[in-house]
């Protein structure tokens, strides 16, 4: 029988990471490596010395950036914070880094804790593309209307089916989510649609932007958005924006987790379009 002073305590542990999402195929481990996942896990397992695996509170799609992703891991190692930030980050790709490093109960989970997330999705509105924030911002060439694209925003905050705003091969068991505010800012020909939910779908903030664009641009009412979320009909809506203007900008959690957030960190932005 193992005494107790054989056997080894294993830490839970929280990170706050950042990443350029066109830099990885996406958050989700693939047998071919080159996703978040893969490079974060990597990294960790050779500070830990043994294999390690990460869960995090919302995965990213291929393109997609992150501000302030967070992540929790189990480990016998022994580690200074300073070795799951300073350490790890040596042990990184330049497009990903470690913000901060914490011990959490063995019962906080990344995700399942979470009571929000909010994505961020940057648009630049001109006549010609974007060649500086390619990556980093989505696009649309036609004059794009606020107002009129509040309105409709408006009309999908709280709790819907939205059916109508998920990808066809979105795996998640229910389409029920609540969406608790979008704040849609201009500044020149920088647009910026901050929305936060208890919960997302997959591709749901690309598909709602891309129906905000056309409400923007008059090829539709903004009561067009409500029609479209009480169809639960995909193929009635926009087509899905593009992934280079989305990032997970933060994570909430309740306040007895004690999770940093995202304006605490201070993180630097990318190349301003």
Known sequence: MATSSSIRACNRIALGIEYDG???????????????QDA?????????????RVTCAGRT???VHARAQVVHFDTDAERPDSAWVRGVNAMLPEAMAVLWSQRVPSDFHARYAARSRTYRYVLVNRPVRPALAARYAGWHHAPLEIEP??????????????????????????????????DIERDGERI??????????????RNIV???????????????ARKLLESRDRTRA???????????DAVGYEPRWDIPSVEAVKTALPVEP
């Not at 891309?210 to 067009?224: A, D, E, M, N």
């Open 149 to 182: 694209m509040r309105e409709a925003a408006s009309l999908l905050l709280g709790e819907h089916d939205f059916s109508a705003f998920r990808a066809a091969e979105c795996q998640a068991k229910s389409p029920v989510r609540t969406l608790h505010a979008i």
């Open 61 to 63: 799609d291929r393109g």
């Open 210 to 224: 891309g129906t905000l664009v056309y409400v923007g641009k008059g090829k539709h009412p903004p009561q067009w």
């Open 22 to 36: 066109s830099r990885f195929l996406g958050w989700q481990t693939q047998p071919g490596g080159g996703t978040v």
């Open 192 to 205: 910026e649609i901050r929305l936060r939910a208890n919960a997302w779908l997959q591709h749901m903030v």
């Open 238 to 248: 926009a087509p899905t924006f593009g992934p280079e203007g989305l990032y997970l």
């Open 40 to 52: 974060l896990e990597m990294a960790l397992s050779g500070i830990a010395d043994a294999p390690v």
